[in-house]
C-alpha cells in the first residue's frame, strides 16, 4: 500500500524561526512529489520535485527530494504568522493519483 | 493559473436526503477531475477519479452507490452524497487536470457538508 508520512504532526515557532517539514514515502510507483499549504480552504500549490538534490526556492521557503532515501523537506526561513497553516506533502504514483500524508500543522507565534 | 471553483461552498441537509456539489474548472478543459474528503485535522484521501465521458474509477472502501459521481462535460464533474448520514459530514474537495505534461492539479475551494 502506498504511503506518505510526514513530521513532526504539529510545530509552534516564534516569528523568525527556520522550520524544516519532513515527507517520507513509500509509493510503488513514483512521478513527482508535490507540497501543499492549506489554510481554512483548499490546498494551494507550493513546490513540485521530481529530481533528487535540486532545490525548488520561492521566497522564504525551499524545499529538496531525496530519491534515493525517500523523503523530501521543506524549509520555512524567517517564520511570519501567515505562515501559519497546514503543510501537505503528496506523491503523484502515475495513473493520475495523488496520494497525501497526513500534514504538518505549523503555527507561528508573534 | 487555472481555476477551479465549487457549488456550494458550504451545505446543511437532514439525514436521508441527498446533495449534489458542483466542480467547475473555469478557464481550462479538465478530462479528469478528482474528489478528495477530508476529515478534521486529517489528510485528502482521494475518493474517486472521474474522467469525462466515462465511468469514475472509484477507491477502495468508497461506496459508488454512495457517492454519485458524473462528469458529464470537460469543464463540469458532480458528487452527489446519496441518502446522507451524519458519518457523512466532512469537506468535500475537488480538483481537476489540466492534461498537460505537468499533471498539476488545481484544487477547489471545498464544500463543507454538515449532516443532522
Known amino acids: 500500500e502506498d504511503k506518505v508520512v510526514q513530521s513532526p504532526l504539529s510545530l509552534v515557532v516564534h516569528e523568525g524561526d527556520t522550520v524544516t517539514l519532513n515527507c517520507s514515502y513509500e509509493v510503488t510507483n513514483f512521478r513527482s512529489l508535490l507540497w501543499y499549504k492549506q489554510e481554512k480552504k483548499a490546498p494551494t500549490f507550493l513546490f513540485m520535485l521530481?529530481?533528487?538534490?535540486i532545490e525548488k526556492k520561492s521566497g522564504r521557503l525551499s524545499s529538496i527530494l531525496d530519491k534515493k532515501e525517500l523523503f523530501s523537506i521543506l524549509n520555512i526561513t524567517a517564520t511570519q504568522t501567515g505562515d501559519s497553516a497546514v503543510y501537505l506533502c503528496a506523491v503523484n504514483t502515475g495513473f493520475q493519483k495523488l496520494v497525501f500524508g497526513t500534514g504538518t500543522r505549523l503555527l507561528v507565534s508573534p | 493559473g487555472a481555476v477551479v471553483s465549487q457549488h456550494p461552498s458550504r451545505v446543511i441537509c437532514k439525514s436521508g436526503t441527498s446533495v449534489k456539489i458542483e466542480c467547475r474548472s473555469l478557464?481550462?478543459?479538465?478530462?479528469?477531475m478528482f474528489w478528495y474528503r477530508q476529515f478534521p485535522k486529517k489528510s485528502l484521501m482521494l475518493m474517486a477519479t472521474?474522467?469525462?465521458?466515462?465511468?469514475?474509477?472509484?477507491e477502495q472502501g468508497v461506496e459508488k452507490d454512495k457517492f454519485l459521481i458524473n462528469h458529464a462535460s470537460l469543464t463540469l464533474s458532480t458528487l452527489t452524497v446519496t441518502s446522507a448520514h451524519p458519518e457523512d459530514s466532512s469537506f468535500y474537495i475537488c480538483?481537476?487536470?489540466?492534461?498537460?505534461?505537468?499533471?498539476?492539479?488545481?484544487f477547489g475551494p471545498g464544500t463543507r457538508l454538515t449532516v443532522t
Open positions: 472521474s474522467n469525462e465521458g466515462s465511468k469514475a474509477t472509484y
Open positions: 480538483s481537476a487536470e489540466t492534461g498537460d505534461s505537468t499533471y498539476e492539479q488545481y
Open positions: 521530481t529530481s533528487s538534490g
Open positions: 478557464d481550462f478543459q479538465a478530462t479528469t
